[in-house]
């Protein structure tokens, strides 16, 4: 199963996550839905996008890898 997440720029180059109350990543199931809460958090950022303003907001893929560490427990 895919996972999405949503990231902003803070105007220097660097991306951070964007987290949620608790302090924990927000995540998301389906990129519709995570780019629907990107627009309701960001709703300045994603409409000057459309404009022509430099990319400040992006949704990507995380992508799981089996190799990860630490080791899954057994």
Known sequence: MQK???EVEDGKGRWSDVRG???SI????DEGVARA???ELY?????MEKYGDGKRTRVIRILEDKDDWPA???
């Open 21 to 23: 109350a608790d302090g």
């Open 4 to 6: 999405f997440k949503i």
């Open 37 to 39: 809460k990107l627009a």
């Open 43 to 47: 709703p300045v950022l994603v409409k």
């Open 72 to 74: 899954p427990r057994k």
């Open 26 to 29: 927000l995540t998301f199931d």
